[in-house]
């Protein structure tokens, strides 16, 4: 591109920021819409009375313009401090479906965890900046969320 340099100050650049952060939370995936029955044939093993647990991993992504002053998207810090109070506080080492009121009504799958995080990320973040919610649920099983 004639004219463009990539030191040109007046060039807006987009960065993203990740951070990762684990949890533990058991839960049991039942729906109160469906019958007994109906539970069991759906969730399966995961619709155990007693519940099951996970260990969490929770990738959030923001995505802004790299200010001109700081070199930042946003300060860490401050997306660790809105981590701590949207993830760690209410979810970490809790019955998800017993000590968080968002799931009594709503099946606590890692899909409906991710719905959960964005939509109490949005509120304690700058306008605009949430990305992604990625949750690890098992090695082998992972979750994105973009608020859509």
Known sequence: MAGFSVSDSTAERIGYI??????????????IHLSDEENKRVYGKCNNPNGHGHNYKVEVTVRGKIDRLTGMVMN????????EEVIMIPLDHKHLDIDVPYFARVVSTTENVAVYIWDNMVKVLPSNLLYEIKIHETDKNVVIYRGE
């Not at 860490?76 to 981590?83: A, E, P």
Request: with cysteine.
């Open 76 to 83: 860490l810090t401050d997306l660790k401090r809105c981590i």
């Open 18 to 31: 990740t951070r990762t952060q684990s949890f533990s939370a058991c839960h049991r995936l039942h729906s």
